[in-house]
Structures are given as C-alpha cells and as structure tokens.
C-alpha cells in the first residue's frame, strides 16, 4: 500500500552514501522496542552501505526482503547483495 501522506512521510537519505533505499530493520532490545517508539523513532538500514540508524517512522523505507510477501511475489535466491553500479 503506498497511501503517501507527504505531509508527514520523508524519504531516507542515507547520511553516509546518500542512498535513498532504506529498509526497515528488526527492533534489537528493550530500547529500540519501547524508547525508539516513544520517540517516534525506528531503526532503518540502509539498502546500499548498511549503516543503521534511526528514523523517524514517517520516513518511507522499505520492509525487509525476508518478510515481504506482499511485495515481491518472487523468491529471490537470499541476499544477492552485489553493487554492480
Ligand atoms: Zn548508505
């Protein structure tokens, strides 16, 4: 679904490559489950160097590969990571 209220959603920035694929990344500890909501945070992974980070969970990211039926209907065979640029 990409109901894209753009008064609200952002999209990622990378601040390392400036990539703008991130992806939503697994919440790790108590932290990141409880405080990064508080704040309205979110960890996010970026789709090019991997560096993470928190977003605000306005930024439009994208669901992790593994657990996206919706997405991509496909399987692909698991994580051809390769920056062929
Ligand atoms: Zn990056």
Known sequence: M???DSTFS?????RDCGSEV???SRRR???ERFVLRILLLQPV?????FRRDYRLIFTVVRDRLSDTPRMSPR????AS????A
């Not at 992974?45 to 160097?49: I, L, Q, S, V």
């Not at 990571?81 to 062929?84: A, D, G, L, P």
Request: glycine residues 8%; contains cysteine; aromatic residues 12%.
């Open 45 to 49: 992974r970026c789709g090019e160097c």
């Open 81 to 84: 990571n390769r920056n062929v």
């Open 10 to 14: 952002k999209p990622y920035i990378c």
């Open 29 to 31: 500890n108590f932290v």
């Open 22 to 24: 991130g992806f939503r």
């Open 2 to 4: 990409s109901s894209a």
């Open 75 to 78: 399987k692909q065979p698991s």
